[in-house]
């Protein structure tokens, strides 16, 4: 699994100082483009040069126990499978060795243009799978 840390700041949290269910999914996302980033890979450029994104298809989260103000937390990555437009990625967040949630999320590679899915090349399928 790729790990990355992030804070918690007060924009993150409720008024009860506990982290608003609908952030976690932000640190999911940032999670995904830090792997992607560390695989030479630019979301940007994709859009850009190839006409092609990553959307979210599925998601399913469950929560487990709360991150707070100013916790130091690690959300991690790890790819399952690959179909012919979809990928499947399983994530957690932890403090220290305590999993607070984990997420199974399908992305979808699609022609930005056109809205409609788009084949994942196997030039970056390697890339991701590095």
Do not use: W
């Not at 930005?112 to 390697?126: G, T, V, W």
């Amino acid at each position: 699994m790729n790990k990355f840390n992030y804070r918690i700041y007060f924009e993150d949290t409720d008024a009860g100082g506990i982290v608003y269910y609908a952030n976690y999914l932000k640190f999911y996302e940032r999670a995904r483009t830090d792997f992607l980033r560390a695989r030479g890979i630019s979301q940007q450029r994709l859009a850009k040069e190839e006409n092609i994104g990553f959307v979210v298809r599925r998601c399913e989260i469950e929560y487990i126990s709360p991150a707070i103000l100013d916790n130091e937390i690690e959300v991690s990555v790890a790819i399952k499978e690959f179909s012919f437009t979809i990928i499947k990625i399983y994530q957690e967040i932890k403090i220290d060795k305590k999993i607070l949630s984990t997420l199974n999320v399908d992305l979808a590679c699609i022609n930005l243009e056109k809205l409609k899915p788009h084949k994942i090349s196997q030039n970056l399928k390697d890339l991701i799978n590095v």
